[in-house]
C-alpha cells in the first residue's frame, strides 16, 4: 500500500492543525496509508519509505524554519532516491503578505532538488495550503482537498 508522510513543524498549533486536516483527506484515498510526524520526530529513512512527503511549517521571514531547513540538509545523505515521490507543502502565517509563497516555494525547491514530482492546486493558492492564524473553514477545505490530490497522484504514480 503506498505510504504518504506528513512532517510538519509547528509552535502555535496553526500548523499541526493543518497536517491533520491533510491527513483526512489523504485518508479519504482508498488504499493510502498515513504517517503524521512532527519534523523532529520524522528520520531520514521515514522519507526513503514513504511514497509521496508532504511537509509544513510556520512562514519565518519568508522561508521554511530551521527545523525544516535541518531535515533538507540532513536528506543530502540520500540525494537521489526521492526521485519520482509525489511531494507537497504547506505553510502558515500571521498575514496574508507574510511570505507564504514563499516559504512554500522555499520547500518546494528543495523537495524538486531531489526529483520529486510537486502536486499544486489549479484552484486557491496554486502552490499548496496557507493558513492565516488559525486554519478557519476555506482553508481547511483546501487543505482536505490537497490531500486527497496527494492521495490520487501517489497512487498513479506507485
Known sequence: MPQVLISYFSKSGNTKKMAGVIKEGLESVKGIDVTLKEVSETTLDDLLESDGIIIGCPTYFGVMTAAVKDLMDKSIKHFGKLTGKVGGAFTSSGGIAGGNETTILSILQGLLIHGMVIQGL????????????????????????????IGQLTIKLS
Open 122 to 149: 489549479s484552484q486557491g493558492n496554486h502552490y499548496g495550503p496557507v493558513s492565516i492564524g488559525a486554519p478557519d473553514e476555506k482553508a481547511q477545505d483546501e487543505c482536505v482537498r490537497y490531500g486527497k490530490l
